[in-house]
Nanobody, 122 residues
Framework: QVQLVESGGGLVQAGGSLRLSCAASGRTFSWLAMGWFRQAPGLEREFVATISRGGLMTYYGDSVKRRFTISRDNAKNTVYLQMNSLKPEDTAVYYC???????????????WGQGTQVTVSS
């Protein structure tokens, strides 16, 4: 099982940008699809973005399309989430996840990071 560690969260004003990183351990990173999910207090976990093993396929949740970009560097065992035009409703704990295929369902991802807090002030 791959170990995942997120970083890059923090406090930002509305309209600002942040880039999250997720570093993976192990030699199987390039075999895995990666995803980002988020969870705000009192709400269910929400799909944000996912990327295929080679990076050719990406999918986004409707609420982040055209604002967020997922990418990966297999040589560095790292997946990124570039977040632009941030809104207060983007405030949540953001989780990185790994799984066999790029889907929007958190049930398809077997490995999860500990999460990183993103707070967007108005």
């Amino acid at each position: 099982q791959v170990q995942l560690v997120e970083s890059g969260g923090g406090l930002v004003q509305a309209g600002g940008s942040l880039r999250l990183s997720c570093a993976a351990s192990g030699r199987t990173f390039s075999w895995l699809a990666m995803g980002w999910f988020r969870q705000a207090p009192g709400l269910e976990r929400e799909f944000v973005a996912t990327i295929s093993r080679g990076g050719l396929m990406t999918y986004y949740g409707d609420s982040v399309k055209r604002r967020f970009t997922i990418s990966r560097d297999n040589a560095k065992n790292t997946v990124y989430l570039q977040m632009n035009s941030l809104k207060p409703e983007d405030t949540a704990v953001y989780y990185c996840a790994a799984g066999p295929r790029p889907t929007m369902s958190d049930l398809d991802f077997g490995s999860w990071g500990q999460g990183t807090q993103v707070t967007v002030s108005s």
